[in-house]
């Protein structure tokens, strides 16, 4: 039974929470945050204080740094030599800290996230400016608390002579917290703690008269002033930081783009492989290399450019996608009074100077006390040696040293310590000349001992003393600033010129939505046969573009996909291309109308949509200019069951011809349709009847003179000349072009407008088809039914009709409407 006592029977969502909540607390406390008063974290504040304690200082020849680890571990910090190492390291890395506090003989790393060389190889010392943290810390500044195994005691804070939180930041995450504070310049934060005393309630935009912001030991530029103000009123904010580069004229007219500052805490050697993969990859054009040529004389990145090479364009693409240019996030949190805080600008100089008041408060206390013990001293040796032969022959007398202080304290009324200053007198110290000194060094302790009641009287004096402090220390350890500060933030643009190489290629897209970019040279090779297409499909249209032209593709469900060339995979004339589902989402009964290439979104455009139901649509194009590729937009509202047709670009002023399946055609100008919105249904475009329906909407230049050609389920193909028609007006019935029969009438499954080169294909049923050249045919009236091409009986009814592709030139918008 007394056995089962020893164990407790607890839930265990008790235990762990309170077991992670003390270990969150000391992780929060006592490991990854610093202190808003001398901005350490404790191993960092161990491996000071052990170093000072080692007199391990600048004035003195480095050591081993191993010796310094063993001694921070065996006495205060009881953790792995590895964390204690590389703390001390960082301290030492002038491109991590502001104002490196340990100097280091021997590798300690790079900006290339190289290791440093293990502890027995590197020797190391304080710092200069590490002395100023420390200094006076004997003098009971600060308040220590023993050790982890109670032999020996350690400081809780430093008496930090110098903001060492803003001046070297710190980052650092613990449980449930994280801080990111940036390192600013000693000399602007050293004017801002004394704007603060001068005037407490100074707010951020007058305290960034002062201190500018921050100040990276890599330099850089920042952008963002507003980041900076905002970081530093709620201890939140973010900035852009970018590497200084700049665009340099080689000969042969090439131009080099020079890299000699890269962002805080960037990894050099990773930037520099990065680019060069952009390089590799070809996602950027016009870079021939990237070299890294940093030495010691300095950070040095060159990348060469093309000749011609758009090198402002290539910059910008670095500043986006590289780490040339990064976002950098202020979060202020220091350990304030014993809790985690997100700290504010004004908060932090406030916690400074509340801490150096009581710093200056207790060294004065030390040195008032110890002056006032000295005084006393002298004023019992001035009073001993005006006695002197009489206090010499009362010691004689005195069987020890004990004896003889209590009859010097009895005799002449001596206290103990002026007692035991006496007999603990050195001969020599006996000569008359003495009492001279004596006398001035106790006017000197009286007048120290005045001064320092004063000051510790008055706290204008005190903060007088801080301000002198601080300045003797700016004027001692100030230096330039290293990064560069501009107001606002530069919106980059990307050019397309610059991520793609410019190059002729073809484009052919099929009906059942097989896409392919074909290099000139594959066609060639192929002398333009052999095309790769599924039983059944057939070619829709077959372009020579640029790579950094654009296409729009339209469904006949009113979508749209905007599809950039570069981004077409490039497949080989005699291979199927990928299918359109592989590139976009699309639905299942969906199927291509048309594909337009645009390589400019003008104004003068406009993109006419027909629909089955009989309306018709015209917008502007360049509202069809999309930022987002991954999926299909609306190119037209639908309503029910319609269906687009036909899709055409037009400059505004063109003819239209509208037929239904019943044979009516109307003709009217595209005057008659006003422009709408993208995601609009539009008007009317014919009246029709019950079970009729548009087949075809075309386009054509009012100065030509087209053929109609029109298609029939029959297999029979009429050819009409544009004046058989008069031109109407929009939503109109119009005439009828076939001569209706009352046994199985003809009814148009096509109608197109063609020229003399033209061919016309036709698709039946029973998968067989028939090419024709329509202006072979002789042109009728409106009164006659066409001649027949194709014997239903034999092939099939006819289901399709289509142009044959003919092979479109780099394109001209003209080129696209005339077809």
Same mark, same amino acid.
């Given at each position: ?34 202190? #808003?008063?001398?901005g350490l974290k404790p191993v960092q504040r161990r491996i000071l204080y052990a170093m000072h304690q080692e007199k391990n200082t600048y004035d003195k020849a480095y050591r081993k740094s191993a010796k310094t680890v063993g001694t921070v571990i065996g006495n205060y910090h009881p953790h792995g030599d590895t964390s204690v190492y590389d703390a001390m390291v960082r301290l030492s890395q002038t491109w991590k800290v502001r104002k490196p506090l340990v100097e280091m003989h021997g590798n300690n790393g790079s900006v290339d996230g190289d290791p440093p060389a293990a502890m027995r190889y590197t020797e190391a010392r304080l710092s200069a400016i590490s002395s100023e943290l420390l200094r006076d810390i004997e003098k009971e500044t600060v308040e220590f608390i023993p050790n982890f195994d109670d032999t020996i005691n350690e400081p809780t804070v430093l008496p930090a002579k110098f903001p060492n939180l803003l001046v070297n930041g710190s980052t650092g995450i613990s449980a449930g917290y994280a801080t990111e504070i940036p390192p600013h310049n000693i000399g602007e934060v050293i004017d801002a703690v004394i704007m603060r005393i001068d005037k407490p309630e100074a707010g951020v935009p007058e305290l960034m008269k002062k201190l500018k912001g921050p100040d ?5 530029? !920042? ?23 700049? !665009? ?8 080099? $783009? ?10 050099? #050697? ?20 990237? /070299? ?56 932090? &100089?406030?916690?400074? !100077?509340?801490?150096? %008041? ?21 004023? @019992? ?22 004896? #003889? ?19 603990? &007198? ?40 801080? %301000? ?44 059942? @939505? ?6 000139? /040279? ?18 829709? /249209? ?31 004339? %005699? ?21 337009? =290439? ?18 018709? %649509? +015209? ?16 190119? $037209? ?44 249904? @539009? ?18 230049? =009012? ?52 020229? /003399? ?16 050249? =329509?202006?072979? &045919? ?30 479109? +030139? ?10």
């Open positions: 039974m007394a056995e089962a006592e020893k164990y407790l029977d607890l839930p265990l969502e008790e235990v762990l929470g309170d077991r992670f909540g003390r270990y969150s607390k000391y992780i929060i406390q006592e490991r990854a945050l610093p202190d #808003a008063r001398d990276f030991p890599t330099g850089g530029i !920042i952008q963002g002033v507003a980041g900076i103000q905002k970081a530093y009123e709620t201890g939140k904010g973010k900035i852009v930081l970018r590497g200084r580069a700049e !665009i340099q004229q080689q000969r042969g007219g090439r131009e080099q $783009i020079v890299i000699d500052e890269i962002p805080y805490e960037v990894n050099k #050697a990773s930037m520099v492989k990065r680019m060069d993969e952009l390089r590799l990859d070809r996602k950027v054009e016009g870079i021939t290399e990237v /070299r890294d040529e940093t030495d010691r004389t300095g950070l040095r990145v060159v990348v060469e450019l093309k000749k011609d090479a758009n090198s402002e364009g290539v910059l910008n693409y670095l500043y986006k996608h590289t780490d040339l240019q990064i976002s950098y996030n202020f979060n202020m949190v220091a350990i304030h009074e014993r809790t985690p805080k997100l700290m504010s600008l004004p908060m932090m &100089l406030d916690s400074y !100077i509340k801490h150096q %008041k009581e710093v200056v408060t207790r060294q004065s206390l030390y040195d008032l006390n110890k002056a006032k013990k000295r005084a006393h001293i002298v004023e @019992g040796l001035i009073k001993a040696i005006s006695i002197l032969d009489e206090v010499i022959a009362t010691i004689r007398s005195s069987s020890d040293k004990q004896d #003889a202080k209590q009859r010097l304290m009895a005799k002449y009324e001596f206290s103990d310590e002026q007692a035991e200053a006496i007999v603990t &007198l050195q001969l020599y110290r006996l000569t008359n000349t003495d009492i001279t000194a004596l006398q001035s060094e106790a006017a000197e302790l009286q007048e120290r001992i005045d001064y320092l009641e004063h000051l510790l009287a008055h706290e204008g004096e005190l903060l007088k003393v801080i %301000k002198s402090d601080l300045r003797s220390m700016k004027k001692q350890y100030n230096d330039q600033r290293l990064t560069q500060i501009e107001d606002e933030v530069e919106e980059l643009k990307v050019d397309l010129e610059v991520t793609v190489a410019s190059e002729d290629v073809l484009v052919s897209v099929t009906k059942d @939505g097989y896409i392919k970019r074909t290099s000139l /040279r594959s066609y060639a090779a192929s002398n333009g046969e052999d095309f790769a297409i599924k039983d059944g499909d057939h070619l829709l /249209r077959l372009m020579e573009v640029n790579t950094t032209d654009n296409l729009l593709v339209f469904t006949n469900l009113g979508k749209y996909l905007f599809l950039p060339v570069h981004k077409l995979p490039d497949i080989r004339w %005699k291979d199927l291309g990928q299918y359109i589902a592989n590139i976009v989402q699309v639905e299942k009964e969906e199927f291509i109308i048309d594909a337009i =290439p645009v390589r400019e979104f003008t104004e003068d455009r406009y993109l006419l949509f027909f629909t089955k139901n009989g309306m018709v %649509k +015209k917008s502007e194009l360049k509202l069809y200019q999309a930022t987002r590729h991954s999926k299909a937009l609306v190119a $037209i509202n639908l309503k029910g069951d319609d269906e687009v047709v036909d899709v055409h670009v037009t400059d505004g002023h063109s003819n239209i011809f509208i037929a239904s399946n019943r044979a009516y055609g109307l003709w009217y100008t595209e005057e008659e349709v006003n422009a709408v919105g993208q995601r609009a249904a @539009g008007v009317k475009a014919i009246t029709l009847k019950e079970d009729e329906e548009v087949v075809s909407g075309q386009v054509f230049d =009012p100065n030509s003179d087209p053929s109609i050609v029109l298609a029939t389920q029959r297999g029979a193909v009429k050819r009409m000349r544009l004046k058989e028609f008069d031109v109407t007006s929009r939503a109109k019935r119009g005439v009828l072009m076939l001569r209706e029969l009352k046994k199985n009438p003809h009814r148009l499954i096509d109608v197109h407008l063609v020229g /003399r080169e033209d061919e016309l294909i036709l698709k039946t049923n029973r998968q067989e088809t028939k090419t024709l050249r =329509p202006m072979d &045919l002789k042109a009728n009236d409106r009164y006659s039914n066409g001649s027949f091409v194709i014997d239903t009986d034999e092939q099939g009814i006819v289901e399709e009709a289509w142009e044959k592709p003919t092979y479109q +030139k780099p394109f001209a918008m003209e080129d696209h409407e005339e077809s």
